[in-house]
C-alpha cells in the first residue's frame, strides 16, 4: 500500500511546530531549577556550547533522515541502514515513556491554572486553605484520584490535536507557539516592577549566580546536566525531529533550519529564567529550589503578590500549558507515525484517529504509577510500592527510573549512534545531498562535518556514561 505522506502546508508551520515540540517543560521546568542549582552563568555558557556543538547537530541529522526516508523512526532509520534500526525503537521507546511522567507535570499545571482562576474570577480559595507552595503541592500529590484525572485530562487534549494529523498540529502551534511567547514577555514585563528582581539578572548574567545560590561548581556536573537538559529541551533522541522531517518538503532548508529551532527554543530557555528568576528573589526564596521551583516556589512568588498575584500566576500556568502540550504532542505523534508506517509497509489500512486513541490509552496506562507514586516525594507515598526504588537507599522513585531509561540512556546513546551513523556508516556525503536537495548552498557544511563525524559524538559518549553513573548514584 503506498503511503501517502502529508505535508507541512508551509515552512512557518513547520518551524512553529518543531519549536512547539521543543518548547516545554524541559524550558520551563528543567531549565530555571538545573541553571539554579548549578549556580546560574556557568551553568548557561555550557548549555549554550553544547546547543551549538551537539544540539544543532543532531536537529539537522534527524531532519535529514525523516525528510530523506519520508518515515518515523524506526522505518526511517532502519532504512539508512538496517543494522541500526533499533535506535529507531529507541527514540520511539523514549518517547512512550516520557509521556509516562510528562502528562502527569502538564496534568499539575492545569490543577494550578484552575486554581489561580477560581480566586481571579470567582473570588474562591483555589488551593484549599494551603499555607504555603510546598503544602499545597504536597497535599494534592496525595490526592491521588484528582492527580489521574488531571493527566488523563492532558492525554485528551493531545490526542484530539494528533488525531487530525498535519492539520491538527498546525492548528495548536499555530495559536499556542505565538501565544505562549506572548504570555512570557508579559510575566517578563511585570517583573521589572518588582523590588529587588534586579539580583535574579545579576543571578542569571554575571559570576556571583554560584555565591548568590550558594552552590559550588563543578564543571563536569554542569556539563552532563547541560547536555541531558539539550536533548530533552530539544526534543532529540526520542524521534520527534525524524518524525516532524518526514513532513518536511524538498524546498524548506534543513541546514537554515537546524539554526531556527534550536535559537528559539534557547531563546524560551532564558525567558523562561528571566520570567521564574527575579520574581523567586523579589520574593526571598530559593533560586536552587530544585525541582519544585516550578511548582512550590512560583505558587510562593505569585501568592506574595496579592491580588494581582492571580492574574499573573494564571498567565503564568497557561503558559506552562500550552509548553507542555505543544511537546506533548509532538511525542504522542512519533509513536502514533510509527504504529501507522509500520502497517502501511505491512499492507495494512490504518485509521489514524484509531491509532491515536489507542496509543493515548497506552500512554496514559502507564502514567498512572507516576500518579499513584506521588512523583516519589520522601514520605508521601514514593516510591510506588518501594519495587522501583533501584537503589539500596531507596532514593531512586519511578519517575527517576523513566527519566533514567530515557533522558539518562536512551535518548543519549540515540543521539549519538545517530551521528555515527550520518557521519560514518551511511557517509556525511548522504546528509549533504538531502541539506541541497533545497537548491541552496550549505555554508556551515565544514562545521557540521567536523561535528558529526567527531565532537558531537565525543560529548554525547560523555553524556550518556556519566548521566547514566549518576542516576546509579555513582
Known amino acids: 500500500m503506498e503511503n501517502n505522506r502529508e505535508k507541512w502546508s508551509s515552512n512557518l508551520v513547520f518551524i512553529l ?16 531549577y538545573k541553571m539554579g542549582v548549578n549556580g546560574g552563568l556557568p551553568f548557561l555558557l555550557i548549555y549554550l556550547a553544547m546547543v551549538v556543538l551537539c544540539g544543532v547537530i543532531c536537529m539537522g541529522v534527524e531532519m535529514a533522515i525523516g525528510r530523506k526516508t519520508g518515515k518515523s523512526p524506526i522505518l526511517a532509520i532502519g532504512e539508512v541502514a538496517k543494522k541500526f534500526k533499533f535506535v529507531g525503537w529507541f527514540g ?20 494550578y491554572a484552575i486554581g489561580f482562576a477560581a480566586q481571579l474570577l470567582l473570588n474562591l480559595d483555589g488551593f484549599n486553605g494551603a499555607a504555603s507552595g510546598a503544602e499545597f503541592f504536597v497535599a494534592f500529590t496525595q490526592e491521588v484520584p484528582a492527580v489521574i484525572f488531571y493527566t488523563f485530562l492532558t492525554f485528551a487534549l493531545c490526542a484530539v490535536f494528533v488525531a487530525k494529523g498535519t492539520e491538527g498540529l498546525e492548528k495548536f502551534n499555530k495559536v499556542g507557539i505565538p501565544g505562549l511567547f506572548l504570555i512570557l514577555v508579559g510575566i517578563i514585563v511585570y517583573n521589572l516592577t518588582l523590588p529587588g528582581a534586579g539580583q535574579g539578572y545579576t543571578f542569571m548574567f554575571t559570576t556571583k549566580g554560584l555565591e548568590m545560590a550558594g552552590a559550588k561548581f563543578n564543571f563536569f556536573n554542569a556539563v552532563r546536566t547541560a547536555g541531558g537538559q539539550m536533548l530533552f529541551s530539544l526534543s532529540l533522541g526520542m524521534g520527534a525531529m525524524i518524525t516532524y522531517g518526514s513532513y518536511l518538503s524538498k524546498e524548506e532548508s534543513i541546514a537554515k533550519n537546524a539554526w531556527i529551532i534550536p535559537a528559539f527554543d534557547t531563546l524560551a530557555a532564558i525567558f523562561a529564567g528571566i520570567a521564574i528568576f527575579p520574581a523567586v528573589f523579589a520574593t526571598g526564596n530559593d533560586p536552587a529550589a530544585g525541582p519544585g521551583l516550578l511548582y512550590m516556589t512560583m505558587h510562593d512568588v505569585f501568592t506574595s503578590m496579592g491580588a494581582v498575584g492571580n492574574l499573573i500566576g494564571l498567565l503564568f500556568y497557561v503558559l506552562v500549558i500550552f509548553a507542555g502540550i505543544s511537546s506533548a504532542i509532538s511525542l504522542m505523534e512519533v509513536v502514533s507515525a510509527s504504529i501507522i508506517d509500520g502497517r502501511v509497509a505491512k499492507g495494512k489500512k490504518t485509521e489514524r484517529k484509531t491509532v491515536v486513541m489507542l496509543v493515548a490509552l497506552a500512554m496514559f496506562i502507564i502514567s498512572v504509577p507516576i500518579c499513584a507514586d506521588q512523583l516519589g516525594i520522601p514520605g508521601e507515598g514514593g516510591a510506588f510500592w518501594g519495587i522501583y526504588s533501584y537503589l539500596a537507599d531507596g532514593s531512586k522513585d519511578l519517575l527517576d527510573f523513566y527519566d533514567m531509561l530515557t533522558e539518562g540512556f536512551m535518548m543519549p546513546l540515540g543521539a549519538l549512534l545517530m551521528c555515527v551513523l550520518v557521519g560514518w556508516k551511511a557517509g556525511f556525503p548522504w546528509m549533504k545531498d538531502e541539506v541541497l536537495a533545497d537548491g541552496k548552498k550549505w555554508k556551515m557544511e565544514k562545521f557540521f562535518q567536523i561535528c558529526v563525524k567527531f565532537v558531537t559524538p565525543v560529548l554525547m559518549a560523555f553524556v550518556l556514561v556519566s548521566l547514566f553513573l549518576s542516576y546509579l548514584g555513582i
Not at 511546530?17 to 530555571?32: Q, V
Open 92 to 111: 520511539t521507546l523514549s518517547a512512550f515513556i516520557i509521556m509516562g511522567f510528562y502528562s502527569v507535570l502538564i496534568g499539575y499545571s492545569l490543577r
Open 17 to 32: 511546530a518543531a519549536i512547539g515540540s521543543a518548547i516545554g517543560m524541559g524550558n520551563l521546568w528543567g531549565f530555571p
